[in-house]
T-cell receptor
Framework: KAGVTQTPRYLIKTRGQQVTLSCSPI?????VSWYQQTPGQGLQFLFE???????NKGNFPGRFSGRQFSNSRSEMNVSTLELGDSALYLC????????????FGSGTRLTVV | QKEVEQDPGPLSVPEGAIVSLNCTYS??????FMWYRQYSRKGPELLMY????GNKEDGRFTAQVDKSSKYISLFIRDSQPSDSATYLC?????????????FGTGTRLLVSP
């Protein structure tokens, strides 16, 4: 059974640019959540999507956005990149009401220079 | 004060030791408790999932939840060098939203041969 797939694995961007990260959930998982992981703050929740709708949102500025497609694949976008956006961005998928299978991908490591 | 507190370690033990990892939390509405293991440059891997209070055992791993004390633990028996990783506690429930996990900062475990 294929796991959660995130692309790309590594990304280097310049301040002020924008970036789009992609996440393909486990087959049958319809809920997709995004997290930012940094050494100082740990894992922080960005948002969760189910049935193409954002159901929950963390405390991040509006520069962080996402969307989900009808096949449950999800993308997140960060506009006007700042140095502090450098982090590991993790995507997790699950059945909408079953945390027992809450599975993370390997993440996209974003470096902003 | 953070919602979830976790000693960052590192915790160094010899092979075969029993390891105890702990988290405390402040939000009494949390109902779902998880432990993840994260190797360097990988996404978190779900080890244990517990709903509400009680114990759960899976092989060498035992998870305990004491909601009255707002305290959760993970015990690893017969620890192996391959257990060397960062262990993250996570929880959710109540007004934070079912799918929004709140993580501890992680405890780095080193098991020496």
């Amino acid at each position: 059974k294929a796991g959660v797939t995130q692309t790309p694995r590594y990304l280097i961007k310049t301040r002020g640019q924008q970036v789009t990260l992609s996440c393909s959930p486990i087959s049958g998982h319809r809920s997709v959540s995004w997290y930012q992981q940094t050494p100082g703050q740990g894992l922080q929740f960005l948002f969760e999507y189910f049935s193409e709708t954002q159901r929950n949102k963390g405390n991040f500025p509006g520069r962080f956005s996402g969307r989900q497609f009808s096949n449950s694949r999800s993308e997140m976008n960060v506009s006007t990149l700042e140095l502090g956006d450098s982090a590991l961005y993790l995507c997790a998928s699950s059945q909408p009401e079953a945390l027992s299978g809450y599975t993370f991908g390997s993440g996209t490591r974003l470096t902003v220079v | 004060q953070k919602e979830v507190e976790q000693d960052p370690g590192p915790l160094s033990v010899p092979e075969g030791a029993i390891v105890s990892l702990n988290c405390t939390y402040s939000n009494s509405a949390f109902q779902y408790f998880m432990w993840y293991r994260q190797y360097s440059r990988k996404g978190p891997e779900l080890l244990m999932y517990t709903y509400s209070s009680g114990n759960k055992e899976d092989g060498r791993f035992t998870a305990q939840v004491d909601k009255s004390s707002k305290y959760i633990s993970l015990f690893i028996r017969d620890s192996q060098p391959s257990d060397s990783a960062t262990y993250l506690c996570a929880m959710s429930g109540g007004n934070t939203g079912f799918q929004k996990l709140v993580f501890g900062t992680g405890t780095r475990l080193l098991v020496s041969p």
